[in-house]
């Protein structure tokens, strides 16, 4: 279960108003920078796997695997609504999970026409493209996919109570990362907004923030 996002902002509120005076982003404004904040640390962590192939905790946090089933006459299946970056795609062959190889859009045509190359349901391949995967054989049957789901943009639901903006749970949406992501996100996005604060400032912050309020996550 991810952290609060009330608490997340009213633990950076907090910290920019001791930092700096003049804090005056609109809900909106807020809302966009803790997505970009968020999102900074995921695609970060996505281009270290991709080079090392290494995943970090919190990559790992929005990974899911699930089957599709490619349409048959033409190999082809939409991207999950939640999509943001594949994982890793396998199929069966003789009952048996095998990798499926990625093939570069520049190069797909030449794999449909070879010969000597052509996919086979023991030596499958597929490629990305438009919003869906392509795989050869078109009848690959049952296809394993694992992949990172986007974030959800965190969302401060609010009401009007005496003229001011008042916190509505009913019509927020909570952060989805681990608790122990909390000060990552929020020096990215403190820094987004233009706070300047030490990493052992923060900490200091987010643990005086979570001793007063232990509901925080």
């Not at 299946?77 to 190889?101: C, L, M």
């Not at 597929?126 to 009848?139: N, V």
């Amino acid at each position: 279960m991810g952290f609060n996002v009330n608490d997340f902002f009213v633990l950076t509120d907090a910290i920019s108003n001791k930092v700096q005076s003049g804090n005056t982003l609109t809900v909106p404004q807020k809302e966009s920078f803790a997505h970009s904040a968020q999102m900074q640390i995921f695609e970060k962590d996505r281009l270290t796997f991709l080079k090392t192939g290494d995943s970090s905790d919190y990559l790992d946090w929005f990974l899911k695997s699930i089957t599709i089933n490619p349409n048959p006459l033409t190999g082809y299946n939409n991207y999950p609504s939640d999509f943001q970056h594949t994982a890793g795609v396998r199929a069966y062959y003789n009952g048996v999970q095998r990798p499926v190889e990625l093939v570069e859009n520049k190069v797909w045509g030449n794999i449909q026409a070879s010969v000597l190359q052509a996919p086979t349901r023991l030596f499958p391949k597929y490629t990305e493209f438009s919003g869906e995967y392509r795989f050869l054989p078109k009848d690959i049957g049952i296809v394993m996919l694992d992949y990172w789901k986007e974030p959800t943009k965190p969302v401060w639901g609010w009401t009007i109570v005496n003229n001011q903006q008042v916190y509505d749970p009913a019509t927020s949406v909570d952060f989805e990362w681990p608790a122990f992501a909390l000060n990552s996100v929020a020096a990215v996005y403190l820094s987004l907004v233009g706070v300047n604060i030490q990493s052992k400032e923060l900490e200091g912050f987010s643990q005086q923030f979570l001793q007063q309020n232990n509901n925080l996550l």
